[in-house]
């Protein structure tokens, strides 16, 4: 393969994906040679890592009282057994699994827990019943804080062997950290200058726990937030920066993995008149196709770059038959783009291909396209029981 590094990432955090449906979602990542599996087990939307000594995070951070207004409450959390399984499932199928834990923000259902983890507890917050993200961070100047962090790390290490955790990093705003008393103090004490610095000092602390249990740290690429440490690993995500990422990591010594949402976000409409509840951009079958990870460059000049990945956000996906019918056939497109190189690629050969792979799909799950279709308006879910 052109890459050694060619990732999906699911996001049960938002929909709960019990471990049978994983399993088959694997089965057909594993076909088009995928080995990465990114489990997106933490976000303002829930919960789904067990953690000893915490039980709140299953009684309270893993459910929600709706989705989108729909009335129907939502909950979900998967066992260490489950997880260490998937694990065991995936590696006889070439798949290491990358568990990701968001912080210091996306932690709206963590608040709702245990909000003495946060600058201004909430005792009233409830785990988020629609998209988007909250302004409350973590706060890095509360030792209980990073008790459990150690015990989240603990337990990642005994269920996932690969070493690597996903910390998020993204769309993580400092208001709040610029009014805490606790956060103000810190700063002043280290003569930091604002709250990136303290961004920084945060990531290099969780950093340096996960390095007790031998395990590596990556992050969502904020291009411009100076967070990151030489060697770590970046996925560039931001709509049109794709191609500046590339040089920006390059020169900040970092590892980069190709996740540009104008090409790799499978979650995103596929064709023209899909429902991208007002913002999502349309990303065709050949917009994807069209996706080289190095955007050109020499090899002298995108050496770091690793592979490729594409995310599936969950927010408007509510189980398995809604996650395939928008991943593929785009993901076969982002398989070839981290296994070809731009030379032995064609669009032309790719399209007769599908044909086959179509069929291929449809019959290995018993996927039902024109339902899914059908139930493709803004809340899909809403008349299933």
Same mark, same amino acid.
């Given at each position: 393969?052109?890459?050694? +590094?060619?990732?999906?990432?699911?996001?049960?955090?938002?929909?709960?994906?019990?471990?049978?449906?994983?399993?088959?979602?694997?089965?057909?990542?594993?076909?088009?040679?995928?080995?990465?599996?990114?489990?997106?087990?933490?976000?303002?939307?829930? +919960?789904?890592?067990?953690?000893?000594?915490?039980?709140?995070?299953?009684?309270?951070?893993?459910?929600?009282?709706?989705?989108? @207004?729909?009335?129907?409450?939502?909950?979900?959390?998967?066992?260490?057994?489950?997880?260490?399984?998937?694990?065991?499932?995936?590696?006889?199928?070439?798949?290491?699994?990358?568990?990701?834990?968001?912080?210091?923000?996306?932690?709206?259902?963590?608040?709702?827990?245990?909000?003495?983890?946060?600058? &201004?507890?909430?005792?009233?917050?409830?785990?988020?019943?629609?998209?988007?993200?909250?302004?409350?961070?973590?706060?890095?100047?509360?030792?209980?804080?990073?008790?459990?962090?150690?015990?989240?790390?603990?337990?990642?290490?005994?269920?996932?062997?690969?070493?690597?955790?996903?910390?998020?990093?993204?769309?993580?705003?400092?208001?709040? +950290?610029?009014?805490?008393?606790?956060?103000?103090?810190?700063?002043?004490?280290?003569?930091?200058?604002?709250?990136?610095?303290?961004?920084?000092? &945060?990531?290099?602390?969780?950093?340096?726990?996960?390095?007790? *249990?031998?395990?590596?740290?990556?992050?969502?690429?904020?291009?411009?937030?100076?967070?990151?440490?030489?060697?770590?690993?970046?996925?560039?995500?931001?709509?049109?920066?794709?191609?500046?990422?590339?040089? #920006?990591?390059?020169?900040?010594?970092?590892?980069?993995?190709?996740?540009?949402?104008?090409?790799?976000?499978?979650?995103?409409?596929?064709?023209?008149?899909?429902?991208?509840?007002?913002?999502?951009?349309?990303?065709?079958?050949?917009?994807?196709?069209?996706?080289?990870?190095?955007?050109?460059?020499?090899?002298?000049?995108? @050496?770091?770059?690793?592979?490729?990945?594409?995310?599936?956000?969950?927010?408007?996906?509510?189980?398995?038959?809604?996650?395939?019918?928008?991943?593929?056939?785009?993901?076969?497109?982002?398989?070839?783009?981290?296994?070809?190189?731009?030379?032995?690629?064609? +669009?032309?050969?790719?399209?007769?291909?599908?044909?086959?792979?179509?069929?291929?799909?449809? #019959?290995?799950?018993?996927?039902?396209?024109?339902?899914?279709?059908? *139930?493709?308006?803004?809340?899909?879910?809403?008349?299933? #029981?």
């Amino acid at each position: 393969p052109r890459y050694p +590094w060619r990732g999906l990432m699911v996001d049960p955090a938002r929909h709960f994906i019990p471990v049978k449906d994983l399993e088959k979602f694997v089965n057909l990542m594993a076909y088009y040679k995928f080995n990465k599996l990114h489990l997106h087990l933490t976000d303002n939307q829930g +919960w789904r890592l067990p953690v000893p000594g915490y039980p709140k995070l299953k009684s309270v951070a893993s459910r929600r009282a709706e989705s989108f @207004g729909d009335g129907i409450p939502h909950e979900g959390m998967y066992t260490k057994q489950e997880l260490k399984g998937l694990v065991e499932y995936c590696a006889k199928r070439g798949i290491e699994v990358i568990p990701e834990i968001d912080m210091p923000g996306h932690n709206q259902a963590l608040h709702a827990a245990y909000p003495e983890f946060f600058c &201004f507890p909430k005792p009233d917050i409830n785990v988020r019943t629609t998209a988007g993200n909250s302004r409350e961070l973590v706060c890095p100047q509360k030792p209980e804080v990073w008790e459990f962090y150690a015990a989240v790390f603990k337990e990642l290490k005994d269920i996932f062997p690969s070493g690597t955790v996903h910390l998020g990093g993204d769309e993580a705003p400092t208001e709040l +950290w610029g009014k805490c008393p606790l956060c103000r103090e810190a700063r002043t004490k280290a003569g930091m200058k604002d709250e990136q610095e303290q961004m920084r000092a &945060f990531f290099a602390k969780t950093t340096a726990l996960l390095a007790k *249990n031998g395990q590596k740290p990556q992050f969502w690429y904020e291009g411009n937030a100076g967070i990151y440490h030489p060697g770590e690993t970046v996925y560039a995500w931001r709509q049109n920066q794709a191609c500046q990422s590339i040089e #920006k990591a390059r020169k900040a010594k970092l590892d980069l993995i190709m996740a540009s949402n104008e090409y790799c976000y499978l979650d995103f409409p596929q064709i023209q008149g899909q429902h991208n509840w007002g913002w999502m951009k349309t990303t065709t079958l050949q917009k994807c196709y069209e996706l080289d990870p190095a955007f050109g460059k020499p090899e002298n000049e995108a @050496g770091h770059i690793r592979g490729v990945h594409a995310p599936i956000w969950a927010e408007r996906l509510p189980d398995l038959d809604h996650l395939l019918y928008r991943a593929y056939p785009r993901a076969c497109a982002i398989a070839e783009a981290g296994w070809s190189p731009m030379n032995a690629r064609s +669009w032309e050969n790719f399209r007769r291909k599908l044909a086959d792979h179509r069929q291929f799909i449809l #019959k290995r799950f018993n996927y039902d396209m024109e339902r899914t279709r059908e *139930n493709e308006p803004a809340f899909p879910w809403k008349n299933k #029981k």
